[in-house]
């Protein structure tokens, strides 16, 4: 018990480091032809203004240049030399709301954002010109910011293994719930990249003038009743374009579907470190030593994952060991970032099988967030902690199911493969609930992929989800599609009357 006393003094500690106390950074300016800077003496921003000024007004003349307009008045940089010493504390980068300027990170250590992405809050600020403000479609907004930002990136490949790494399925499509606002487009993991490769693959394909059009033309429908604006936009989209946003996508998907490329390996010695930091959290367990574990993390953790002080409890009380499966490479946040699946083995026999998203800084390579695509058991960490994973529901411990029932769910899945061959849409759609469309926004693009590339099914487990009654299962299955992509993909469903239909799905990337 006094172990668990001192992690949670270790995690206080931990917590404060992140709030965002650090004391205001002092800064001094220069200026130059189109820039004001500030920066901090005897940081690496001083040390760099030269490079700094020469970049910034380049991807000035580039971006004034794409988006048809001219410089106007100076733009304010402050380049703030840590995440703890910004405004939010949190160490993203920022364009005002007046577009008179931004907040960035500029740190002592490369690769970093701001060294390489320098032109994304710039695209912001210069892109006001265009819409009299600040855009409210992040989907326009931060899809154009991607484009410009002068990393020279492959948006079209970003996106493709964005999905693939996070499982969010293969099919792109503009989803007025995620793509409209900001507050739901922070939470789409993919959210950048999918928004880079649609702007991307606008102006490849139309033109600049055309987007400006768009651009200025939807500025405001963030704005509407949520249920008008995606018809508000599909109405913009068709009377610039003269093509439906429908018949858009498919062409764009076939698009992001060339740039597919195998997953960007990870220098040797990075994944040495990641390996070696979780196998420090293992000593920490086993040697009682809570700053050891706490230092795991890094200062920004505790705003990022709302029950660390739990789950670091709960950890030190049941971990056992901890098996890497697998690290993707995710690019630059404010410094390199990776997502490491692992699997948990606790003290009473289960396993958990959870991802973190993990950067390296200044300290080397820390756990920024917890509990990620916590594979069959959802996303929240908490409730892998109470409840059984999907996977453990095994013969023993809950009743099978009768043997009727599990050959009508065998025949679900013999009947989608063979829709699936004839491309038959409205087959593959009668096997579903019909309720799933309202709870799950990607599910028809998941029908149009199955109908397009679905060449067969494995059926790996068929499980009883309710010991009271024979009304709901789960389903594990391996799935084959025709673009060489397989994906574990878990169902539950349900069954209503004399027939079973699928109600929810989970997805992961196999390869």
Known sequence: MRWLFRLAESICLLILAGAGFAEQPVFVSSESAHFVFYYVEGTAAERDLGQIIAKREKALSVITTALGVVPGQKISIYLYPTRESTESGQGTGKAF??????????????????????????????????????????????????????????????????????????????????????????????????????????????????????????????????????????????????????????????????????????????????????????????????????STFDSQAKQLIPHLSDNLAFYASQLTRTEIVRVHSLGLKNGPSVLARTIRHLRNGQKLKI?????????????????????????????????????????????????????????????????ASSHDSKALESTYCPSIRERDSLHAGDIAYYAKGLERTEIKRISRLDTRNNQSAAVETVRYFNDGLKYRIVYRLEKTGPEWKICEEVWTPLN
């Open 97 to 294: 709301n007046d577009c008179s300027g931004a907040s960035v990170n500029y740190f002592d250590f490369s690769p970093s954002y701001e060294r390489t992405h320098y032109g994304h809050e710039l695209a912001h600020l210069i892109s006001c010109r265009l819409s009299g403000g600040r855009h409210e479609l992040p989907i326009l907004a931060e899809g154009l910011a991607e484009i410009l930002d002068q990393s020279g990136r492959d948006m079209h490949e970003e996106a493709s293994s964005c999905v693939r790494i996070y499982g969010e399925r293969t099919w792109l499509r503009v989803e007025p719930d995620k793509d409209f606002e900001y507050s739901s487009f922070h939470h789409s993991r993919c959210n950048y990249a999918k928004a880079g490769s649609f702007v991307r693959f606008l102006v490849d394909s139309y033109g600049w003038e055309k987007f400006r059009r768009l651009y200025a033309a939807t500025t405001k429908i963030a704005i509407d009743p949520r249920e008008e604006r995606l018809t508000s936009f599909e109405k913009q989209f068709l009377a610039i374009y003269t093509v439906s946003l429908k018949a858009l996508e498919d062409t764009w998907n076939e698009e992001v579907s060339r740039h597919h490329k195998e997953p960007r390996r990870l220098p040797e010695g990075d994944l040495t470190a990641i390996k070696n930091l979780f196998a420090s959290q293992d000593a920490a367990v086993a040697s009682h030593d809570p700053q050891a574990f706490a």
């Open 355 to 419: 991802s973190y998203r993990l950067e390296k800084l200044e300290a080397g390579w820390k756990i920024h967030e917890d509990g990620l695509n916590a594979v069959l058991i959802g996303t929240d960490f908490q409730q892998a902690r109470r409840d059984e994973t999907v996977s453990t529901h095994s013969a023993r411990n809950h009743p099978r199911l009768k043997a009727e029932d599990e050959k009508a769910i065998a025949n679900i899945f013999s009947l989608q493969d063979s829709a």
